[in-house]
């Protein structure tokens, strides 16, 4: 299982959203260059249609494949009132001949993309994983070499951490929880159910860049963040993140050292 959220950012406040990436998981990114296929099953595999996704890891020296599939949401009463999507995935490393494989039992290619960007991973009360790319389409079957994006002003941001049965209650709050620092940002939710741009990404990126070091350099800095009436500024702060969200009817007249939107441990 997985829990997972999704939202878009101008591609100009990326640089902004990497430094507060930077700063709160205290880890490098990593380079992600991803093609992506998506493959659908023939007539002669059944009634009932399946669908997998062959993704060629081409950020490394020598590419890799991943065969994965992505099944069925949690349903019911409980599943609606959280804000994070928990489905059912299946993923399973495979040699450089998985597409010819596929091919010769019956799946046809539907569409195919290359996905460019960075991701930060690092544990937050989860395993935590934020990708941040740019979706390109190919001219040319396979051409990644020529392949223009699709959305060239737009960039998808997904967070994802995996779950067990035993314990995604908690995994979904490490993920709700983490979505509340980048709110000034970009809006997070379920997959499909996109809420377009934050309107203060501007102002927000803006107070970030002039605070962080400008093109996105951290200097081995952190951020100390304040939020107020919708406002938000930043200041420059050595070694350590400081981080409180002061909502309205609040007064921003000291800071917590160390402690989240709810109060917890970062």
């Given amino acids: 299982m997985e829990c997972v959220v999704q939202g878009i950012i101008e591609t100009r406040h990326v640089d902004a959203l990497e430094v507060l990436l930077q700063g709160l998981s205290g880890v490098p990114k990593e380079r992600v260059r991803v093609h992506e296929l998506c493959l659908k099953s023939g007539p002669n595999l059944g009634v009932v249609p399946s669908e997998v996704r062959l993704l060629c890891d081409l950020a490394q020296s020598t590419p890799s494949w991943t065969i994965r599939h992505v ?28 597409l010819r494989y596929f091919y010769g039992i019956g799946y046809k290619l539907d569409h195919e993309v290359l996905k460019g960007g960075f991701a930060f991973r690092f544990h937050r009360g989860a395993q935590i994983t934020v990708t941040v790319t740019s979706v390109s389409k190919m001219t040319k079957l396979h051409a990644t070499n020529e392949a223009g994006p699709i959305t060239p002003a737009i960039q998808l941001v997904e967070i994802t951490a995996p779950a067990a049965a035993d314990n995604y209650n908690d995994v979904v709050s490490a993920v709700t929880s983490f979505c ?3 709110a000034p940002l970009l809006h997070l939710s379920k997959p499909g159910n996109s809420t377009g741009i934050v309107p203060t990404a501007g102002a927000a990126a803006a107070s970030l860049m002039s605070s962080g ?42 800071w917590a050292t160390r402690e989240g939107p709810s109060g917890k441990p970062l």
């Fill in 213 to 254: 070091g400008g093109g996105g350099a951290l200097e081995i800095q952190m951020l100390k963040v304040c939020f107020l009436y919708g406002s938000i500024y930043f200041k420059r702060l050595s070694l350590k993140l400081q981080l409180r969200i002061v909502w309205p009817g609040q007064q921003c007249n000291a």
């Fill in 71 to 98: 099944g069925g949401a949690m349903r019911g009463a409980g599943a609606e009132q959280i804000s994070v999507l928990v489905r059912s995935i299946v993923e399973s490393k495979a040699s450089n001949n998985v």
């Fill in 180 to 182: 509340e620092y980048l």
